[in-house]
């Protein structure tokens, strides 16, 4: 298979059509990562801004980095801004203390999901830590990146990354024992975190 960089390489050189297969090879990925934050906005949207400014910024993207990192750090700015611009009051956006919930309260419909009350209380616990936890923690399950490389996402050093990743799931499993509704529905989703997180990430594929 041919990898990233030469796709991108290729692509740079003007090769359109393997501009085309980079999107189309990471298409999944961003739709996840926009599907439980949209907060007004359809995913279609977000992940349209996120690839044209990919395209427009295509030849700032350094030798040898990781397309698939530079483009959720695109992905991650996109939806920044997007929350910015909806936030109803007047109160500072800030990443490490805001949420989606705080800006949308509504949460993301969940046609397919909805029949498990375990994957609904996890994602609406998702949605309830600061942004900036929530991207971490659904980059590492969903898309199984690095500290490496999610440091190059929210632009922070890996031991910053490894330390938000602590405090991220802490902060999810408190939110999931304030809002399960009996004690065994929190035992059964936090027994079964990393299966539930797999199945979101499944059906999320199964559902572009």
Request: hydrophobic letters at 40%; one cysteine or more.
């Amino acid at each position: 298979m041919i990898e990233d960089v030469e796709l991108l390489n290729a692509w740079k050189a003007g090769d359109r059509s393997a501009g085309a297969r980079l999107f189309e090879r990471h298409y999944a990925s961003v739709l996840r990562f926009f599907y439980n934050k949209k907060a007004g906005a359809t995913s279609k949207d977000l992940i349209q801004r996120t690839f044209l400014r990919c395209l427009e910024a295509r030849d700032r993207i350094r030798e040898g980095a990781s397309f698939r990192a530079y483009l959720f750090g695109v992905a991650r700015n996109v939806l920044l801004e997007h929350l910015r611009s909806v936030r109803r009051d007047n109160r500072r956006f800030d990443v490490m203390s805001t949420s989606i919930h705080d800006v949308s309260p509504q949460p993301t419909p969940n046609s397919l999901l909805a029949h498990k009350r375990e994957v609904q209380l996890l994602m609406d616990a998702l949605r309830r830590l600061p942004v900036e936890l929530q991207i971490i923690i659904e980059l590492y399950y969903w898309e199984h990146m690095s500290a490496r490389e999610l440091g190059v996402v929210i632009g922070v050093p890996e031991g910053t990354v490894r330390t938000r990743l602590r405090r991220a799931r802490q902060l999810l499993e408190r939110e999931l024992r304030e809002h399960a509704v009996s004690p065994q529905e929190l035992e059964t989703t936090l027994s079964g975190m990393r299966d539930w997180i797999s199945q979101i990430r499944q059906q999320l594929r199964d559902d572009r």
